[in-house]
């Protein structure tokens, strides 16, 4: 069973900066992983899959990298509306999570 | 609309049964797997069952043999059957759309979930 540990737990930054959100996988899931936002009182949404691939509407400044069993997604320059909880997901794992606060 | 949409929350006693149902519309429905997702409150995301588009289920140990998960493309919906409920199984409960891109399998469209709360 595949594990995934994101960190960190929580990121604090101010609107403007960059955001660098990493997931690891206790076994390599080659290119196999899936990055979500969640805002209180609502679903999940797809951000993020095969590692680099914006889901559809997803804005240029969001992006992945990375394969095996290290991911990252970068936030190039946070907007108000990017503080939100981001998910990592590969098949029926997914990580516990990385809270995105304004600093 | 693409969409999909959660019912049959609510409030049960450990040990009793509530059956949520998932229906969706805006897309072809028959040729989908589904899945139900769960998230207690203030907490992660974990993965509840499955039902291909076939028929063919998938479960986690922690809830197989007490959940049943099932289809019915006729009206556009699937279910899940929740039985021996727990405390722990106290939740808010989202049903997804599978999205296979032939390297993985994501969920690309959610309901905006129901609450299940077992509680004495």
């Known amino acids: 069973e595949i594990v995934l540990t994101q960190s960190p737990d929580t990121l604090s930054l101010s609107p403007g900066e960059r955001a660098t959100l990493s997931c690891r996988a206790s076994?390599?899931?080659?290119?196999?992983l899936a990055w979500y936002q969640q805002k209180p009182g609502q679903a999940p949404r797809l951000l993020m899959y095969?590692?680099?691939s914006r889901a559809t509407g997803i804005p240029a400044r969001f992006s992945g990298s990375g394969s095996g069993t290290d991911f990252t997604l970068t936030i190039s320059s946070l907007e108000p509306e990017d503080f939100a909880v981001y998910y990592c997901?590969?098949?029926?794992?997914f990580g516990q999570g990385t809270r995105l606060e304004i600093k | 609309e693409v969409q999909l949409v959660e019912s049959g929350g609510g409030l049960v006693q450990p040990g009793g049964s509530l059956r949520l149902s998932c229906a969706a519309s805006?897309?072809?429905?028959?040729?989908?797997?589904m899945h139900w997702v769960r998230q207690s409150t203030g907490k992660g995301l974990e993965w509840v069952s499955a039902?291909?588009?076939?028929?063919?289920?998938y479960y986690p140990d922690s809830v197989k043999g007490r959940f049943t998960i099932s289809r019915e493309n006729a009206k556009n919906s699937f279910f899940l059957q929740m039985d021996s409920l727990r405390v722990g199984d106290t939740a808010v409960y989202y049903c997804?759309?599978?999205?296979?891109?032939?390297?993985?399998?994501?969920?690309?469209?959610w309901g905006r979930g129901t609450l299940v709360t077992v509680s004495p």
């Open positions: 997804a759309r599978e999205f296979d891109t032939g390297v993985g399998w994501y969920f690309d469209l």
């Open positions: 805006g897309f072809s429905f028959s040729t989908y797997d």
């Open positions: 039902i291909g588009a076939a028929g063919q289920t």
């Open positions: 076994q390599s899931v080659s290119s196999h």
């Open positions: 095969d590692t680099s």
């Open positions: 997901q590969r098949h029926r794992a």
